[in-house]
């Protein structure tokens, strides 16, 4: 069974900077694409980022692009966020996700993609 946790999240004054970790542990010990998807309540939940599973190709929203920056850890599916010059639209709850399709050299960012999810991890950027 796969379990993905998050976590890295907190309050931070515009400006600022975090750093998210992400593991999705469990399953068949192979390498997958990997995402980070918000929300804010009352809005769908949209792609942030993701890396496929050799950390070749990336994704980045146009709203974060230059700011923040996706990266693949030593460990077997593991991810990081790493965000900086936050703004205060930054501010929800950051998932991470998992797809179910071991090698695959896309980063797709359609959320039914994803088989395995966290539970969230809140950002809050103050101004």
């Known amino acids: 069974q796969v379990q993905v946790v998050e976590s890295g999240g907190g309050l931070v004054q515009a400006g600022g900077s975090l750093r998210l970790s992400c593991t999705a542990s469990?399953?068949?010990?192979?390498?997958?694409?990997m995402a980070w998807f918000r929300q804010i309540p009352g809005k769908d939940r949209e792609p942030v980022s993701a890396?496929?599973?050799?950390?070749?190709?990336?994704y980045y929203a146009d709203s974060i692009k230059g700011r923040f920056t996706i990266s693949r850890g030593t460990a077997k599916n593991t991810v990081f966020l790493q965000m900086s010059s936050l703004k205060p639209e930054d501010t929800a709850v950051y998932y991470c996700a998992r797809i179910s399709t071991h090698y695959y050299l896309g980063c797709p960012i359609a959320s039914y993609e994803y088989s395995y999810w966290g539970q969230g991890t809140q950002v809050t950027v103050s101004s």
């Open positions: 890396i496929s599973w050799s950390g070749g190709n990336t």
């Open positions: 469990g399953g068949t010990g192979r390498s997958y694409t």
